[in-house]
């Protein structure tokens, strides 16, 4: 097995080149890539003194599975975090930390999504448990256009014990549930709060639903019953950052 990942796409290249440019060791241009965001990439590869090359549009084809914008970057292996992380992260945390909790996603796309819109509501951390989950990989950090690489992503081995820890640190748990009475607009998520949301199709685990502290739900207009996970995690981080905002 290579020690090496190949990460592709503008965004999840260039965010590894600001970011962490030690973790970087090769950069891949298909030939004819000539434009201004080629260009950035260059210049942050030059500074880090990344090795650029530039091969044929199929080469690239055959590496990866995906949409690689003619960008491909050999980088050592994702880092995801482990539970120890969490103290310090909230240590640092300036203001009521928000922590969005994934019960069991497993879709790439999904997790790559969540992390985006948890990076950009800021989201303090993304915590998933480390079985029946998706983990980070090329397709999460493509999705995720960079965000992969700024917020931190915590897997943990228990997340009912997990939550209950942050309770004992003044964390109030919001889970999301269909069922719920209470809508989401009616939960003040001002203070130090960690969002649960459900896997895709089957919500919280029974044992995650009742470590909640409350359970709300979206209101739904319209003749679906429920939204993507992505989706929801996207409505329900950017309430939160709307009650905060108006405080």
Known sequence: MSQWEKIYGVHAVEALLRHHPKRVKQLWLADGRQDPRVQVLTELAASARVPVTQCERRELDEWVEGVHQGIVADVSPSQVWGENMLDELLERSEGPPLLLVLDGVTDPHNLGACLRTADAAGALVVIVPKDKSAT????????????????????????????????????????????AEQELYAQDMTGPTVLVMG??????????????DYLVRLPMAGSVSSLNVSVATGVCLFEARRQRSVR
């Open 136 to 179: 980070l990989n090329a397709t999460v950090r493509k999705v995720a256009c960079g965000a992969a690489e700024v917020i931190p992503l915590v897997a943990v081995t228990n997340l009912v014990r997990t939550l209950e820890k942050l309770q004992q640190r003044g964390l109030w748990v919001v889970g999301t549930a269909g069922e």
């Open 199 to 212: 896997a895709e199709g089957k919500g919280m685990r029974r044992l995650t639903r009742e470590r909640c």
